[in-house]
């Protein structure tokens, strides 16, 4: 079994800053790419930012320049570093890992944490 843990979310207000964080552990064999989502009120899941193992990176365009996400692979852990925060970005953040273990990768998925963006 593998458990993803997300901590660091809250209530901020607008232009101030939070770090989130997600520990993977478990049934670790490599974890590949790994990556932060979010799921507004209504609104469908989408992607925030994602990092590969190498530590290539991709941004969805509403946070490039704002967010900066980053991984510990000794530590099994991935970050996302958010700043100017907008009320846009009040969502849950979920975490997501891609484990391969014997040539097939899993997908794995945090519980999520809240973040609010508010005055």
């Known amino acids: 079994q593998v458990q993803l843990v997300e901590s660091g979310g809250g209530l901020v207000q607008p232009g101030g800053s939070l770090r989130l964080s997600c520990a993977a552990s478990?049934?670790?064999?490599?974890?590949?790419?790994m990556g932060w989502y979010r799921q507004a009120p209504g609104k469908e899941r989408e992607l925030v930012a994602a990092i590969t193992r190498g530590g290539n990176t991709n941004y969805a365009d509403s946070v490039k320049g704002r967010f900066i996400i980053s991984r510990d692979n000794a530590k099994n852990t991935v970050y996302l570093q958010m700043n100017s925060l907008k009320p846009d970005d009040t969502a849950v953040y979920y975490c997501?890992?891609?484990?391969?273990?014997?040539?097939?990768?899993?997908?794995?998925w945090g519980q999520g944490t809240p973040v609010t963006v508010s005055s």
């Open positions: 478990g049934s670790i064999f490599v974890i590949t790419g």
């Open positions: 997501k890992a891609d484990i391969a273990r014997g040539g097939v990768t899993n997908v794995y």
